[in-house]
């Protein structure tokens, strides 16, 4: 099976600047990740899709993060304005399932470098 | 809140032996925990799951434990290869959340 798509791959701006990540899950899996990663840390999530519905976004920056999961299939990550704080490895994830321990699934990210 | 807490030294064996990694959490027990492989430049991959109610689990060279009274898992590699240089991070599973700790590095060397 076809892994999970993501791009760009890197990604650099300066801060206040705009940026929107896009994501391409594993065909039929119904929940969808995006995690951010700082150097030397594990990944945190960001928000949880179920289709295209909202599960958990609490610790998403809601004054500059978004998301959307239109059609319940692909996702962007957006991130307006930016701040250096942001520079991060935004890493999407999808599993066939939600809450009954299905593994996730990564893809390799996109680094992002706020400048 | 909850924590998920691995060492944050490198770990540095000679191949052909065990390389053991540990991951401890705080507060509440996991439902499950899961063990991922991440390379530098790569997203993690799902090696192996053990839930609440298992002590340990097994796959090829990998072995994974709980202990619940510890609030411990360990995760065993035998037979060590260079190729299994990586980050291994430790997910704490539970009221619909996936918690990552923020991994050990293992160096296995020729």
């Known amino acids: 099976e076809a892994g999970v798509a993501q791009s760009p791959r890197y990604k650099i701006i300066e801060k206040r600047q705009s940026v929107a990540f896009w994501c391409n899950p594993i065909?039929?899996?119904?929940?969808l990740y995006w995690y951010q990663q700082i150097l030397g840390q594990g990944p945190k999530l960001l928000i949880q899709?179920?289709?295209?519905?909202?599960?958990?976004d609490s610790q998403l920056p809601k004054d500059r993060f978004s998301a959307e999961r239109l059609k319940g299939v692909d996702s962007t990550l957006k991130i307006q304005p930016a701040k250096l704080e942001d520079s991060a490895v935004y890493l999407c994830?999808?599993?066939?399932?939600?809450?009954?321990?299905?593994?996730?699934?990564f893809g390799n990210g996109t680094r992002l470098t706020v400048t | 809140s909850q924590k998920i807490e691995q060492n944050s030294e490198a770990l540095n064996i000679q191949e052909g032996k065990t390389a053991t990694l540990t991951c401890n959490y705080t507060n509440y027990s996991p439902a499950y925990l899961q063990w991922y492989r991440q390379d530098p430049g790569r997203g993690p991959v799902f090696l192996l799951l053990i839930r609440e109610n298992e002590k340990e689990k097994r796959k090829e060279r990998l072995k994974v434990t709980f202990d619940t009274t510890l609030k411990q898992s360990l995760f065993h590699i035998t037979a060590s290869q260079p190729a299994d240089s990586a980050t291994y991070l430790c997910a704490w599973g539970g009221y619909n959340k996936l918690i990552f700790g923020a991994g050990t590095r293992l160096a296995v060397h020729p």
């Open positions: 994830a999808s599993s066939a399932r939600t809450g009954d321990n299905s593994p996730l699934h």
């Open positions: 899709f179920q289709n295209n519905g909202v599960v958990d």
């Open positions: 065909s039929g899996h119904a929940t």
